[in-house]
C-alpha cells in the first residue's frame, strides 16, 4: 500500500468502526488494517499456491467448530434441563475446552519477548566479489521476517530492561532461506556453547524465588561474571547505554560469530555481520527505563508497531567487515573464532551490501512471531561457517529448542518459517506434517520415482561447504591461548566512549552491584574493573562504599580507542522521532494543525496532548490526555499553550500530581512534571510565547542548551528536528569521568 494511503500517526480504527450497538447480521471476518502483511501465500514445500494472502486466515460470517460445522450457540454447555448437570455427550464444549487448554507453547528459554515485522531487503551488489549469494546481487529484493527481542525475562516481563538484545532476519531467498540470528551487542558471554547453560542460569532469576524477573542485577549473574572474567567484554557492553535502546528502531544488530563468504570461482573470505540503523545508534537514560517499566513495559515493541503503521518504516544497512581465510583466522592480532572480541572498525571498516526496510505488522503474534523458528544452520549457498566453538553449539541448540517449542520436526512447514524456493528433502512424517507427499520412494537411490530427487552440483545453486583443510591434532578440552585475554577489549570498550557515557556505565555497575547481596562478590567485581579501567573501578567502589583495589603493575593494557563504538558525536535524520505537543482547553486550533503538519513533514511523528480525549477539532485527534502522558514517551516536547490545571489534577485522582514542589498553582502539575522530567533527560524543549510561565514553573533556565521559545509559530518545529539530529541536548549531562 502507498505510504500515502496510511494513517499519519499510530493507533489508526479498525478497517470498519464498531457500531455502538452489538451487530446482529452475519458478515465476513474484516481484513487486516493496512499496515498488517500475513506470510505469503505457499505450500508447505515452498510452492506458491496462488490463494490470497489471507487464505490462511479465519473466513465464513457464522460460528463453527473446528470442523466447519455451524454453531447456534457456545454461551451454554449442554445440559439436561436448564438446571441440570452437563452431559458428557457435549462434543462442542469438549473441543473448545480441550483447544483453550492448549493453547500455550514453551516460550523460548531465552529471547522469550519479543517483537517482529515482515521486510524487504535490497542487495547492493557490493558482496558479490566475495559472495555468491543470490540475495546479495544488485537490485536482487528479497522478502525477510525480522524478530527482535530481550534475552532473560519471560514473555510476560518489560521491554526496557537493561538486558541484550535479539536481532534475528529471516531471508526468504531464491535459493532457500537464510537466518541471520544476531544481537545487539557483537560479542558475547562466553567462548565456547558447553558454557551456555551455565551463563544462561546464572542471569535467569534465582531458582528458589524466581526473582528478580528480566534483569541482572542480583548475585548469581554478578557470581558467574566476575569468576568467569572472558564475559567482561559483553558485561561491560551491557552495562553502557546499549543496555537500554530507546527503540529497536535505533539499535545495532550483528552477527557475534566470524562466518565465511565463497564467491562465485570457490574463494573464501572471513565475515563479521553488522546491521546499522539509518536512524543512528540511541539510547534510553536510565531514569526513562525505569519509568518505562510501569508507564509502559510494551515501549519497544509499541514503539516498532506505531512506526511502521505511520509510515516511518525503519531501515538498516546490511554491512560486512572481511577478512584474509588464513590459516590462523587472526586479523592484527585478534583472533575471528573468539565470540568475545571485536574487530574495530577503524582496523576493518563496515562496507554495506545491502538496505533493509521493515515495512508491515505481522497479521497474528502468535502465528508468526511466537512461532517463527531461526536458526544459524539455515545458510544457503555462498554463506558457510567457521569453526567458533560457541556457533558450532548453536548449530545443535537451535534445532533442538523448535522440536521442543514446536511440537516436532515439522516446524519449518509453519507458514511463517515456510521457504520460497521448492522443497524436495525426502523428509516424512512426523508431528503436524502439512505437506501430502506423493511418490513411493522417500529413499536414494530409487528406480520407482524415476530417480527424483537428484543432486545437484555446483552449477544448480547447490550448498557446498567450503574445503577447509585440518591439520592433524589431538583430542584436548582446551582452547587456543590467544583465548586467555579477557581484558583488552573491555578497556578499549570503556576508552572509546564518551565522558557521558562513561558516567552511565558507572552509574549502571553501582546500581548492578548495589542489588547484590553477598560482599565477595561485589569486592570481585572491582577487582575485575581494575584490571579495566582505574577511574571505573574507583567510581564504582565509592558508589558502593567500599575501597577501590588497585590492579597489579603493567596489568592495564595499551590500546587505541575506536570512536565507532561511541554513541555521541554523531548526527542522525530526525525521522520518526515522536515530538509531543502539549496542548490547552485555549490553544488556538489553527497553530496546533500547522505545529502538527510541520512535525509531519519534518518525517516525525507528532501526539497530541491534551487536557482531555475531547478532540480540539475533528481533524486532530488526542493521543494522550494530561492523566495519561508520560514524559518517557517523547523524543522531544513542544508546548502549544499554557496548559491550564485539570479537574482531575488532584493527588486522589492522579498521584502525578503536585511531583514538582514549587509549581505554578494555574498551571497543571502533571504537565509541570512532564517538561521536568523531559529536561531531566536531555530532551529537546520548545514552546510558544506564552510557555514562558511552564518553564518557570518547572525550574527549567528558558536559556539552557536545547531549550527554545518560539516568537514565530514557524520556528519550532524545524529547530526541536535539529536538536533531535543528536539524540539529546548532551550539554545538559555534565560529566568527570574523563
Known sequence: MPSAERPRVPGAPGVEPPRLAEPTEPTAPLPPKPDQRPPAS???????????????????????????????????????????????????????????????????????????AHGTFRGYGTATGVCKAAFLAEGVETPVFVRFSTVLGSRG??????????????????????????????????????????????????????????QSAHD???????????????????????????????????????????????????????????????????EEAQLLGGTDPDFHRRDLADAIEA?????????????????????????LLDPTKIVPEELAPVQPVGLLTLDANPTNFFAETEQVAFHPGHLVPGIDITDDALLAGRLFSYLDTQITRLGGPNFAQIPVNRTHAPVNDMLRDGFHQDAVHS????????????????????????????????????????????????????????????????????????????????????ERVLTVLARIDEVLCREVAQGLGLPAPQAAAGALVEVAASPALSQVGQRWPATGRVLGIITAATSDV??????????????????????????????????????????????????????????DDHGARDAKSGAVAGGQPAL???????????????????????????????????????????TDTEQAVPIVAEWLGTHRVWERFPATAH
Open 42 to 116: 505457499l505450500s508447505p514445500t515452498g510452492r506458491d499456491s496462488g490463494a490470497p494472502v489471507d487464505a490462511a486466515a479465519q473466513n465464513g460470517g457464522y460460528l463453527t467448530t473446528a470442523q466447519g460445522v455451524r454453531l447456534p450457540d457456545s454461551d451454554h454447555s449442554l445440559k439436561a434441563g436448564p438446571r441440570g448437570p452437563v452431559l458428557l455427550q457435549d462434543h462442542h464444549l469438549r473441543e473448545k475446552i480441550m483447544h483453550f487448554d492448549h493453547e500455550r507453547i514453551p516460550e523460548r528459554v531465552v529471547h522469550a519477548r519479543g517483537a517482529a
Open 157 to 214: 516481563s518489560a521491554d526496557t530492561v537493561r538486558d541484550t538484545r535479539g536481532f534475528a532476519t529471516k531471508f526468504y531467498t531464491s535459493d532457500g532461506v537464510f537466518d541471520l540470528v544476531g544481537n545487539n551487542i557483537p560479542v558475547f558471554f562466553i567462548q565456547d556453547a558447553i558454557k551456555f547453560p551455565d551463563v544462561v542460569h546464572a542471569a535467569k532469576p534465582h531458582p528458589d524465588r524466581e526473582i528478580p524477573q528480566a
Open 220 to 286: 548469581t549473574f554478578w557470581d558467574f561474571v566476575s569468576l568467569h572474567t572472558e564475559a567482561t567484554h559483553h558485561t561491560l557492553w551491557n552495562m553502557s547505554d546499549r543496555g537500554i535502546p530507546r527503540s529497536y528502531r535505533m539499535m545495532e544488530g550483528f552477527g557475534v560469530h566470524t562466518f565465511r563468504l565463497v564467491n562465485a570461482e570457490g574463494a573464501s573470505t572471513l565475515v563479521k555481520w553488522h546491521w546499522k540503523p539509518k536512524a543512528g545508534v540511541h539510547s534510553l537514560v536510565w
Open 311 to 335: 509510515g516511518n518504516f525503519p531501515q538498516w544497512e546490511l554491512g560486512i567487515q572481511t577478512f584474509p581465510d588464513t590459516p590462523e583466522q587472526t586479523f592484527a592480532g585478534i583472533d
Open 439 to 522: 511418490g513411493v520412494a522417500p529413499y536414494k537411490p530409487n528406480s520407482l520415482d524415476g530417480g527424483c530427487p537428484f543432486f545437484a552440483g555446483p552449477g544448480e545453486h547447490a550448498f557446498i561447504e567450503h574445503p577447509v583443510p585440518i591439520s592433524g591434532a589431538a583430542k584436548v578440552r582446551e582452547a587456543p591461548a590467544s583465548f586467555d585475554d579477557h581484558f583488552s577489549q573491555p578497556r578499549l570498550f570503556w576508552l572509546s566512549l564518551s565522558p557521558v557515557e562513561r558516567e552511565h556505565v558507572i552509574a549502571a555497575y553501582t546500581f548492578e552491584l548495589s542489588k547484590v547481596y553477598e560482599q565477595a562478590i561485589k
Open 590 to 647: 489553527d497553530v496546533v494543525r500547522q505545529l502538527r503538519e510541520a512535525a509531519l513533514d519534518a518525517g516525525l511523528m507528532p501526539l497530541i496532548i491534551a487536557p482531555t480525549g475531547a478532540p480540539p477539532a475533528d481533524d486532530l485527534a488526542v493521543q494522550r490526555t494530561y492523566a495519561a502522558a508520560r514524559s518517557v514517551e517523547f523524543d522531544a516536547l513542544l508546548v502549544a499553550g499554557a496548559p491550564a490545571r485539570g479537574a
Open 668 to 710: 497543571d502539575s502533571r504537565i509541570i512534571l512532564l517538561i521536568n522530567e523531559a529536561y531531566r533527560h536531555a530532551k529537546p524543549i520548545a514552546g510558544l510565547a506564552d510557555s514562558r510561565a511552564l518553564w518557570a514553573a518547572a525550574g527549567i533556565d528558558p536559556h539552557a542548551p536545547g531549550v527554545f521559545t518560539a
